[in-house]
């Protein structure tokens, strides 16, 4: 499959951080707290450092082989079989990441915004919204997340840096927690929240320069695990661990408590949700487009557009699976955990075959020429 090369480092950069930075956002403090009390900023931390190590091998693999997303080469390290079975339970786990981000999302908003609109309604158009946007090429996808880059990360970042006004020191120790013994399923759920780097293994091949995708992917990363962590902090900072595990969405309340200075507004959640749903259809675009860019590669097609309407029922009744907002969150923990053996151990075998095999892509002397 041919992938015209116009990434940019800073693209990709961007990419990966309007992609991490998501639908995760309002529980993430909750998940940690629940680990390890005023431990949670360590937890998200340690979470962080998992799925950079998980970025880390897909992007060492995707610069070995800079011409191929990971479901074309994977077949050259494996074999046939095996890296196609690997290849449709990622397409898998990506519809489920999607289906479950929908759920969210529509759980918040019939909450928090639109009290009297059915929920289906609200799921149904989000992934319809991604499914048509998601009927572009890698170029195109780019641009979108360009485009909403400012919108998702300035706005969040002035209402998180003006919460800290209202945090107490006292609340975020000790930094290890009161009960540590929950820091290990902690940090494997914290992690989770970063799976999505694993769009890098289809924004490499577009790259102009894919020899400088680890930079891009530390720049992203980086920028994006320090929000998490300064969000973290914040709620942590101003509620206190006991606090955060009577509120289901701690981020939100957050916003509430934070204002302008001067009060040119008393309430930022209004705005916090503004710049929350623009994160969600980001975050949700890019795993639907790996979903469906993956399934297309799997058959040896041309593009990926007839699979952009044909996966949406199969997400869609995923999505409603859960009773409730309880088991939704249970759910997504527990899917998240496990997403790891395809996010960071199977590109850890993956990278361990290729090094012992010594397999490169023959193509890189003549993507450096083009370039």
Not at 2 to 15: C, D, G
Not at 229 to 235: K, M, N, R, S
Not at 254 to 262: G, I, Q, R, V, Y
């Amino acid at each position: 499959m041919e992938h015209p090369r116009q990434v940019t480092v800073i693209q990709a950069a961007i990419i990966l951080i309007s992609t991490i930075i998501g639908v995760g956002v309002l529980a993430l403090s909750l998940f940690a707290v629940r680990a390890a009390d005023s431990g949670a900023p360590l937890v998200t931390l340690l979470g962080f450092l998992v799925g950079l190590l998980g970025l880390w091998l897909l992007t060492k693999l995707g610069m070995r082989f800079p011409t191929k997303s990971i479901i074309e080469y994977s077949e050259d390290l494996i074999g046939k079989w095996p890296a196609r079975g690997f290849s449709v339970l990622i397409i898998l786990f990506f519809c489920l990441i999607t289906a479950l981000a929908s759920r969210e999302f529509g759980e918040v908003v019939v909450t928090s915004v639109l009290t009297k609109t059915p929920l289906e309604v609200t799921v149904i158009v989000m992934l319809l919204l991604a499914a048509v946007s998601a009927r572009v090429d890698i170029t195109t996808f780019t641009y979108f997340h360009h485009f909403y880059f400012p919108i998702i990360v300035f706005p969040g970042l002035v209402i998180v840096v003006l919460s800290l006004k209202n945090a107490h020191l006292i609340n975020l120790l000790p930094l290890w927690g009161n009960e540590p013994t929950g820091m290990p399923m902690g940090i494997l759920t914290m992690a989770a929240l970063f799976q999505g780097s694993f769009v890098m293994t289809i924004v490499i091949p577009a790259m102009r320069r894919p020899e400088k995708a680890m930079i891009a992917g530390f720049i992203g990363m980086l920028a994006a695990g320090s929000f998490y962590i300064l969000i973290v902090i914040a709620t942590v900072g101003v509620f206190g661990a006991e606090e955060i595990k009577k509120l289901v969405w701690p981020t939100l309340e957050l916003a509430k408590t934070t204002s302008l200075p001067a009060n040119i507004l008393e309430r930022l959640d209004g705005a916090f949700l503004a710049v929350w749903v623009t994160a969600v259809f980001t975050t949700l675009l890019s795993s639907y487009y790996l979903a469906i860019y993956f399934s297309s590669q799997l058959l040896r097609l041309r593009d990926h557009k007839m699979f952009t309407f044909l996966v949406v029922p199969f997400i869609y009744v995923i999505a409603m699976f859960s009773q409730n907002l309880l088991q939704m969150y249970e759910i997504i923990q527990i899917v998240g955990r496990w997403g790891l053996i395809f996010t960071v151990a199977y590109p850890l075998v993956l990278f361990v075959v290729a090094m012992i095999r010594k397999k490169k892509n023959r193509g890189d002397q003549l993507v450096a020429k083009s370039d």
